[in-house]
């Protein structure tokens, strides 16, 4: 009866995990595509993957130390909570007229340190929600697949 249970805990996180990742992406592919449409500039589209990139790479050694210190859970959904009312309130300000790139620009800036707060707060929750006999392999595997 545990096994089971073990087994449908995980396959609930991670297919959770799957659809935060992929609407995460979706939403940054239609950011980008959004900037690089309205601008017809290249400098604006690398200043957009500037700010879509560089708080995650500078916030991930914090964030995995966040995990750390910190409930993991509550980190994990904090930080994915946060992305969603930030995208949200972005999209909200879109629909009322307010069509800055500047608002599109903190955005990503913004969503990109959250995800430096998520993705280390999922790597250290799944060895301990993983059985010891499948957790070095399963994390092998993941790599690819949730860029953990």
């Known amino acids: 009866m545990k096994e089971i249970n073990w087994r449908r805990n995980v396959a ?3 297919s959770g995990q799957a659809v935060t990742l992929f609407g995460s992406q979706l939403v940054t ?3 980008m595509w959004h900037v690089v449409l309205e601008s017809q500039s290249g400098s604006a589209m690398t200043l957009f993957i500037l700010a879509a990139m560089l708080p995650t790479f500078f916030m991930s050694p ?6 750390d210190r ?3 859970k509550h980190l994990i959904n904090l930080a ?3 992305i ?3 995208t949200l309130a972005v999209a ?5 007229g307010y069509d800055s790139m500047w608002i599109l620009l903190a955005c990503s800036a913004f969503r990109a340190l959250g995800q430096g707060i998520q993705v ?4 250290a929750f799944l060895p301990r929600i993983l059985k010891v006999k499948v957790a070095v392999w399963f994390m092998g595997k993941s790599i690819p697949v949730f860029g953990l």
Request: no cysteine; proline share 3%.
């Open 92 to 96: 909200l300000l879109y629909m009322s």
């Open 70 to 72: 910190y409930n993991r």
């Open 84 to 86: 969603a009312l930030l």
């Open 80 to 82: 994915d909570g946060g």
């Open 62 to 67: 914090f964030g995995g130390v966040l995990a």
């Open 12 to 14: 609930l996180f991670l």
């Open 120 to 123: 280390p707060a999922v790597s």
């Open 29 to 31: 592919f239609a950011i």
